[in-house]
């Protein structure tokens, strides 16, 4: 067996060969056409992962026989876009392509612009992100975007018997495709992950060649509990993980936290999407328990969206670790879905009229604002009066958690409350 994986073995090399993305590159589409007059224009291919956005670059590329450079937006920097951009200066019409730019800073892409301006390069970014959001808008203006398609289950069936048709290592076997929805749904329409998913399936098989392989749903999922760790950023395992770093967050285990991050990052998943959990995390599970957390982790979004990796996996960590080790409180996410429940049961009921806006004198004379009163004329800058319309009069939403924070939040209220909501 050739030693690279099958998704390589089966890269197309024409546009003929390619599976799926019709409307943008079969007969008479606009990119079709500007290959063929060899005048492609710089380029953001947009798409889901394991659609064809490195395999359409590689066939821009062969059919144009330019000179090419690739680039990863995960390992290189500024220092690597300008020896490609000094080396590109010395040839005629290079090609750059770059796989997730979204992960470029602001500073590597600016480093790009000059030379796509001159035509020292023609840039083709990949990106899995809105480019609108993602990609320098100087960039995008001087460049076409192409949105890449999800491939349907006939594009991936179409796929995988292509590659039995093909390949000369499947084809040493008869092979019977008798259920596919397994292999259909670990791979989460990412055409690569399918058809290296497909591979280990025949090779665990161990059927000897000559002899049939019988494809089953059972057969695959065995081979990928047993061979490898799947990490699929739109299927099962991207919500298992998600979840298992949540809750050894929850569960205070800085070690479990770490330990599914780093399966995350490894996976390639979106530093957005990581410190986006994050941030809901501090607030619904650290709560006011520890306010400053719900800080923290809004600076860390903050921050690796403007620096992306490999930097941003230290400042995930910390953050990570800080909200293991907090002390926790669901108290405010207990109390709002309490009140919402409260809202989807009685409905709008009216505002009290006490606390009211009088913006008008008809309000005034309707007796909006009427007998309200100014809480920082009481003692300690409180007044006891009633917030909530009648039919909720003396309903308890927040209740504080048992830490030492929300221990002072209790006291406080106490003061202030204890007869009508009993803290």
Same mark, same amino acid.
């Given at each position: 067996m050739n030693g690279a994986p099958l998704a390589e073995r089966m890269r197309p090399n024409s546009l003929a060969e390619l599976v799926g993305q019709e409307h943008i590159t079969g007969d008479g589409s606009i990119l079709n056409n500007a290959i063929k007059?060899?005048?492609?224009?710089?380029?953001?291919?947009?798409?889901?992962?394991?659609?064809?956005?490195?395999?359409?670059?590689?066939?821009?590329?062969?059919?144009?026989?330019?000179?090419?450079?690739?680039?990863?937006?995960?390992?290189a920097g500024v220092k690597e876009v300008r020896e490609v951009i000094e080396?590109?200066?010395?040839?005629?019409?290079?090609?750059?392509?770059?796989?997730?730019?979204?992960r470029f800073n602001k500073s590597q892409q600016d480093a790009l612009l000059g030379a796509v301006e001159k035509g020292i390069i023609t840039l083709i970014g990949a990106t899995t992100e809105n480019p609108s959001f993602e990609v320098n808008s100087a960039i995008l203006s001087r460049s076409q975007v192409y949105v890449l398609k999800h491939l349907s289950a006939e594009d991936l069936m179409r796929m995988l018997q292509q590659a039995i048709d093909k390949d000369e290592w499947l084809q040493q076997f008869e092979?019977?495709?008798?259920?596919?929805? =397994?292999?259909?749904?670990?791979? *989460? /329409?990412?055409?690569?992950?399918?058809?290296? +998913?497909?591979?280990?399936?025949? &090779? =665990?098989?161990?059927?000897?060649? *000559? /002899?049939?392989?019988?494809?089953?749903?059972? +057969?695959?999922?065995?081979?990928? &509990?047993?061979?490898?760790?799947?990490y699929d950023k739109r299927g099962e395992q991207h919500y298992d993980i998600i979840s298992a770093f949540?809750?050894?967050?929850?569960?205070?285990?800085?070690?479990?936290?770490?330990?599914?991050?780093?399966?995350m990052i490894e996976g390639g998943e979106d530093v957005k999407f990581i410190a986006r959990r994050m941030l809901?995390?501090?607030?619904e599970d650290v709560g006011n328990?520890?306010?400053?957390?719900?800080l923290l982790a809004n600076s860390t979004f903050d921050a690796v969206s403007k620096i992306g990796y490999p930097e941003s996996r230290i400042i995930l960590s910390q953050c990570a670790v800080y909200l293991a080790t907090s002390p926790k409180s669901n108290a405010s996410y207990e109390a709002i879905n309490m009140a919402l429940g409260v809202v989807k049961k009685y409905g709008d009921l009216p505002v009290p009229l006490h606390i009211r806006n009088a913006p008008t004198g008809l309000?005034?004379?309707?007796?909006?604002?009427?007998?309200?009163?100014?809480?920082?004329l009481g003692e300690n800058n409180f007044i006891e009066q009633e917030y909530l319309p009648d039919v909720l009069s003396g309903t308890k939403f927040f209740e504080p958690g048992k830490n030492a924070r929300e221990d002072e939040i209790r006291r406080f209220l106490k003061t202030r409350w204890d007869k009508k909501y009993k803290y």
């Open positions: 007059q060899g005048m492609i224009p710089s380029m953001i291919l947009w798409g889901p992962p394991g659609v064809g956005k490195t395999t359409i670059a590689n066939i821009i590329s062969h059919t144009l026989q330019r000179p090419f450079f690739q680039l990863s937006a995960i390992s080396t590109s200066k010395k040839l005629e019409g290079a090609i750059l392509f770059i796989d997730e730019i979204h092979i019977d495709l008798q259920e596919t929805e =397994a292999l259909f749904r670990l791979s *989460g /329409g990412d055409g690569r992950k399918l058809l290296n +998913l497909f591979e280990l399936v025949v &090779q =665990a098989s161990k059927v000897k060649p *000559g /002899g049939k392989v019988t494809i089953t749903n059972m +057969l695959v999922m065995d081979t990928a &509990q047993n061979k490898i760790a799947l949540i809750k050894s967050m929850r569960g205070s285990d800085p070690n479990g936290a770490v330990y599914w991050l780093a399966r809901i995390f501090a607030s328990a520890n306010p400053n957390a719900l309000m005034k004379d309707l007796g909006y604002g009427d007998n309200y009163q100014y809480s920082h």
